[in-house]
């Protein structure tokens, strides 16, 4: 474990300034050497990755926790899968690269997604159709509070549409050091998502590498780049409405829909925030990305009240216009 560090600035993408405390582990056992030091000074510790899904007040009293450990094993194999053990430290973008590389089928949909391998797990990280979680056997890591190292199988994660136990009732209490992923060489594309289609339409046949590779120029093309105009990808999540309330609602019809397994069915967030005419909308240095209207860039200055006041007027207008309530995807640190 590195002795604690004080006063130091988190890198998070919005570039939003934030000193705090900060302490690295390599894994298991530096954790929960940790936890005996946080419990002895009286403080909390706040696992953080590569702060791509946050947005951090000017100073946190707790200490952040940072895992370093990026190793990669394979842990077990079978006829059709192998199973990966990666360090929660590991960059997500650079693993998925690398099982591509190797031919394993799985990850290619989740590319270019900031981070790291810990906090995949956390939000079930998901896009152009796919989730982490169906590639996710077990979560390894140690309980904040007690100091007990435990691991989890998939079903113990209760993932669901970018959530999971993590952001539930293990929120705050649980590090994760290292997942485990179930990948075979065999398993199916997922390519009907409409975008990546479109993109790729008149590539066959298709490998795993042509699907990362249009799932990345897809990103560029798309989404504001976090190097150039801070932000932390999507700001709301989409809503997931009844048949019976779009019937109802004024221009319902008209806006994108997509059908649950459930039968309730999701709406484009990003929709309802430009048909309410906030692209462009600003707050301080925070505004709602002209590209994009689901993302809050740092124009430059910006500070955490300003991101969350801009986000409370989209919440506000599109409550306004459609009477729904737009959920906060990143997540919102006070200064405890
Ligand atoms: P952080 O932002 O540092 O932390 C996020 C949360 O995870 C916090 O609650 C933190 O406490 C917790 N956490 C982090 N590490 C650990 C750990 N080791 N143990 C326990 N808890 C931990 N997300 C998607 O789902 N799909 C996308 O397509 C997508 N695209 C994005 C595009 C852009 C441009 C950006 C900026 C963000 C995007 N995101 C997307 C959001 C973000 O990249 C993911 O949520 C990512 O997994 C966050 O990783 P991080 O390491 O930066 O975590
Ligand atoms: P898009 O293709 O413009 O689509 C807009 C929204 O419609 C998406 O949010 C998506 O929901 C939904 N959608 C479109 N086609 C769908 C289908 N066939 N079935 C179900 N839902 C569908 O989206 P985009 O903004 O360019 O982003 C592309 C992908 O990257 C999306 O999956 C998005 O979630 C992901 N992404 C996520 C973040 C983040 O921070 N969470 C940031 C950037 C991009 P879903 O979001 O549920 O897919």
């Not at 649980?174 to 975008?195: E, G």
């Not at 989409?238 to 019937?247: C, E, F, G, I, Q």
Request: net charge neutral; charged share 20%.
């Amino acid at each position: 474990m590195t002795s604690l560090q004080y006063n130091r600035q988190l890198p998070n993408t919005l570039a939003l300034p934030c000193a705090a405390d900060t302490l690295c582990v390599s894994g298991i056992e530096q954790a929960r050497d940790a936890v005996r030091l946080a419990r002895a000074l009286g403080r909390s510790l706040l696992p953080l990755g590569e702060g791509s899904n946050v947005v951090l007040p000017g100073a946190l009293q707790g200490i952040a926790l940072y895992v370093t450990d990026k190793s990669v094993h394979e842990v077990g194999r079978d006829n059709e899968f192998v199973t990966l053990r990666v360090g929660a430290g590991h960059a997500w973008h650079a693993f998925v690269c690398t099982t591509v590389a190797e031919g394993y089928v799985g990850l290619e949909n989740l590319a270019l997604i900031p981070g790291t391998v810990g906090a995949a797990p956390i939000q079930n990280i998901g896009a152009y159709g796919r989730e982490v979680a169906a590639f996710i056997d077990a979560v390894h890591g140690v309980d904040l509070h007690s100091g007990d190292s435990r691991s989890l199988n998939a079903e113990q994660c209760e993932f669901s549409y970018r959530h999971s136990v993590f952001k539930g009732a293990l929120r705050d209490r649980f590090l994760i050091c290292a997942v485990d992923f179930r990948l075979s060489k065999h398993a199916a594309l997922d390519t009907h998502y409409p975008a990546l289609a479109a993109q790729l339409d008149g590539q066959a046949p298709l490998s795993a590498q042509q699907v990362l590779d249009a799932v990345v120029a897809l990103r560029r093309q798309r989404l504001p780049d976090p190097e150039l105009e801070p932000n932390v990808g999507s700001f709301f999540k989409n809503p997931v409405v009844d048949a019976t309330w779009l019937r109802n609602v004024d221009g319902g019809t008209q806006m994108p829909q997509y059908p649950q397994p459930d039968g309730r069915i999701k709406l484009s967030a990003a929709w309802l925030i430009d048909h309410c005419g906030l692209k462009g909308l600003r707050e301080g240095g925070a505004c709602i990305a002209s590209r994009h209207a689901l993302v809050i860039t740092n124009r430059g200055g910006a500070t955490q009240r300003d991101v969350l006041t801009l986000a409370e007027r989209v919440v506000h207008a599109v409550q306004q216009r459609y009477g729904l309530t737009l959920e906060m995807e990143p997540r919102v640190y006070g200064d405890g």
